[in-house]
């Protein structure tokens, strides 16, 4: 996560906020004002086109994501900005109605969801820190997975390298026994 000049996360936060409606957009502000996040660096976009825009010219800390766009609705929504911003941690807003559709971008990858209308500053401050915090956590988690499959791979090489060796001096041995007997 980046920090700002004293080391507060706070003031470092890069946001890119996905949101149509101005009145929830000033909302989502206010709160985030509310949270400390005022000197945090804020982008936002409101269609699905002008949000993938900016993650394809920006790295963000996080992405708050309003499903319901103008020109794309539902998981395709949350699905095409996860897949043009496959490092960034994203956090989906829903309305009361869609809670549904939220636990399903979760378990296809979202870090959290949030329910329009029963969202304030401090709830949305620790849901963007636990997000981050998390979708690092589970890089940090893959990336010694990998390790780990690449050192067993290793191993069954040099094993499978040792009982080939082994094979071949049986077979040596056993011409060596032919010619011998």
Avoid: C, W
């Amino acid at each position: 996560m980046v920090r700002g000049e004293k080391g507060n996360e706070k003031s470092g936060l890069r946001i890119l906020v996905v949101e149509d409606n101005p009145g929830d957009m000033l909302l989502l502000s206010e709160m985030l004002k509310d949270a400390g996040l005022d000197q945090a660096a804020f982008s936002t976009a409101d269609t699905l086109e002008r949000a993938l825009i900016e993650v394809a010219g920006k790295t963000f800390d996080v992405i708050i994501l309003d499903l319901d766009l103008p020109d794309s609705r539902g998981m395709k929504t949350f699905a095409s900005v996860r897949a043009h911003a496959p490092g960034t941690p994203i956090i989906v807003l829903t309305g009361l109605a869609d809670e549904v559709l939220g636990m399903r971008a979760v378990r296809q990858g979202a870090q959290d969801y949030l329910v329009k209308g029963q969202v304030d500053g401090r709830l949305l401050y620790r849901s963007m820190m636990y997000a981050v915090e998390r979708f690092r956590l589970e890089r940090e988690l893959k990336k010694r997975v990998d390790e780990i499959e690449n050192l067993n791979r290793m191993l069954h090489f040099e094993r499978d390298m040792e009982v080939e060796d082994l094979r071949k001096e049986i077979e040596r041995l056993k011409e060596k026994l032919k010619k011998a007997g």
